[in-house]
């Protein structure tokens, strides 16, 4: 893409320059000029000569220069070299509005988008439409980066083990509620990784996986984004529930990061969703069985159990540790990431 | 000068060998792939395509080895995959979609909506670029992948079926894009319609049971099928020439089939 040997020869330059050129032959000129500075010359030079865009980009570039003069030297020269470069991509439009002169305005407004055929700087109307769109753009870039997770059902669960807990706090077990809250808490994130990654639950798995982003890069993005809602929402529900000693509202933030790295390790052997059913689910079995198979008094048997496995430092500083170990795993094995199960 | 080099490829799937002892040298052009159900075209593709590993053998694109991680990305860059299916999110407008992997494929941002404008005109969907991706028919949907595809003017383009779901005047109009297309890239179509292959392609490779059985040109193939006489199956030339390939290909290495 970046280096063709093609370039624009003085015939194609002449017929972008009066308009003959068919639409899509002119577009991949135009793609083409925004990279080789020779041909934009040489259809820049076209387009001036040209009976039917010459004047009208005479004044339009007038009309810029008019209305830059007030500022700065150097944001005038950076007009002037913008608008350089727009007249070769836009001498055909130009040609095809030359009944509607340049509205005023800031030419820069549209600097910023390399829309095709740039006719936002001739139609007024447009132009609104596109300075609201960088912030819309990067809201939904970053949508686009969380990926499936947040499409699906993870969502709701995340909201319904939160708000859950609350309203379990509120009515009789005000002492349940922290213990199963830091219970259900890790696998929320784990649930998550889960539901955004891998052939089963992205859509655009086998298209992803093709592209310079897929692989480890993706998983980590949609990861980080599955991290980004579920830490700060658990932890302050967590907080806001009635404190029953030990273990503390955080105590779930370093199980629930070494299980989700864990899972993303596994994943590089057995795939994403069975990785997600290993880790998750033995997390479940160890806090939960437990107090299960103790009968009677099944919440203390819980707390006691999430006691020895969250509290204390010894306890964090295992998950620690084992955080890292999955982190390094993680990167040594980097590669492996890029050929995931078959859907 | 060929931007794709295959030697000695394998892959296997679990326990069954779906490509064995492939070499291939692909340059500039439009090539088409043919073969049976289950003669390996999409598995080679997926390998191409960087998304399956090949369990020997050496894949070079555009002089990298893909079996080299640190290479992988630099060749993804610059490609393009259609797969035989693929699935899309619910709420995305064709535009949205086709930006979306135009972002996977690390594309300057300011070159995205241009860009985006252009693959949607070439496939003929650009008056329906606001339209939500599930409102759109099969063909439709065919043609936003390959749109996605090509957003990025890929030099190498891998399609898997294109045409499976266009109806006959967009297979038409499709082939002018592929012809257009294997001007500067490589691309490579895998399909069991022969007759896109006669129209669109400037070589043609056959894949039987995991191995190559025929290379050659449309008109080479056609000219096989013209050898074997009447008896030949097939309504075309080139039918009869695929027909008569695989079955020259089949009789000394199995007997029995």
């Keep these: ?343 | 000068m060929s931007t794709i080099r295959v030697s000695g490829l394998r892959v296997r799937h679990r326990r069954t060998v779906a490509l064995d002892a492939v070499d291939l040298d692909l340059g500039p052009g439009v090539h088409g792939l043919l073969g049976p159900n289950g003669a390996g075209k999409t598995s080679l593709i997926r390998v191409l395509a960087t998304v399956a590993q090949a369990s020997a053998g050496r894949v070079e694109i555009l002089g990298e080895d893909v079996g080299e991680p640190a290479r992988r990305g630099a060749v993804r860059a610059r490609l393009g995959y259609l797969p035989q299916e693929f699935g899309y999110y619910p709420g995305f407008t064709v535009r949205e979609f086709v930006a979306y992997v135009a972002w996977l494929k690390d594309m300057t941002a300011a070159d995205v909506p241009a860009a985006v404008e252009l693959a949607l005109h070439r496939v003929g969907l650009g008056d329906r670029a606001d339209a939500k991706v599930k409102t759109l028919s099969g063909g439709m949907v065919r043609r936003l992948g390959i749109a996605q595809a090509i957003v990025n003017e890929p030099e190498i383009l891998l399609l898997d079926e294109p045409t499976a779901g266009l109806d006959p005047e967009q297979r038409v109009e499709f082939r002018a894009l592929l012809r257009e297309l294997g001007v500067r890239a490589t691309v490579l179509v895998s399909t069991h319609l022969v007759e896109d292959v006669a129209a669109a392609c400037t070589e043609v490779t056959l894949l039987d049971a995991g191995r190559v059985a025929y290379r050659g040109t449309p008109a080479s193939l056609s000219a096989v099928g013209e050898a074997t006489g009447p008896d030949g199956i097939g309504d075309s030339g080139i039918e009869r020439g695929y027909t008569a390939a695989l079955r020259a290909h089949r009789t000394p290495v199995e007997p029995t089939r």
């Design chain 1, 1 to 343: 893409m970046s280096t063709t040997p093609w370039h624009a020869s003085a015939d194609l330059a002449a017929r972008y320059a009066d308009g003959s050129l068919p639409e899509s032959d002119a577009w991949s000129l135009e793609k083409h000029l925004e990279r080789c500075g020779a041909c934009a010359a040489r259809v820049s030079a076209a387009v001036r000569q040209s009976p039917a865009a010459g004047p009208v980009l005479a004044r339009m570039r007038e009309a810029v220069l008019k209305e830059a003069a007030p500022m700065e030297t150097v944001l005038k020269e950076a007009v002037c070299a913008k608008a350089a470069r727009r007249e070769s991509r836009e001498a055909g439009p130009a040609a095809a509005h030359a009944a509607h002169p340049p509205a005023g305005g800031h030419p820069l407004a549209s600097g910023h988008v390399g829309g095709p055929v740039a006719a936002p700087l001739l139609t007024p109307p447009a132009r609104s439409v596109l300075r609201a769109r960088p912030r819309a753009r990067f809201l939904l870039r970053a949508l686009w980066a969380a990926g499936p997770a947040f499409r699906g059902a993870w969502l709701p669960a995340v909201w319904l083990v939160a708000l859950g807990a609350l309203a379990l706090s509120q009515g009789a077990g005000a002492d349940a509620s922290r213990p199963l809250l830091l219970a259900l808490a890790p696998v929320v994130p784990v649930a998550g990784v889960a539901l955004s990654y891998g052939a089963h639950a992205d859509p655009l798995h086998e298209i992803a996986a093709a592209t310079p982003c897929g692989g480890l890069r993706l998983m980590l993005t949609r990861t980080a984004a599955v991290l980004a809602v579920s830490v700060p929402l658990l932890t302050l529900t967590g907080v806001l529930l009635p404190a029953s000693g030990t273990p503390g509202a955080a105590a779930w933030l370093l199980p629930g990061l070494t299980l989700t790295l864990a899972s993303l390790a596994l994943a590089g052997w057995v795939g994403c969703r069975a990785a997600t059913a290993l880790t998750g689910g033995g997390w479940l079995c160890a806090v939960l069985v437990p107090s299960w198979a103790s009968g009677g008094a099944a919440l203390t048997e819980l707390t006691q159990q999430l006691d020895r496995c969250l509290a204390g430092s010894r306890a964090q500083g295992a998950w620690g540790a084992a955080a890292v170990l999955c982190a390094a795993l993680l990167a040594a094995r980097r590669s492996a990431y890029d050929h995931m199960e078959k859907p």
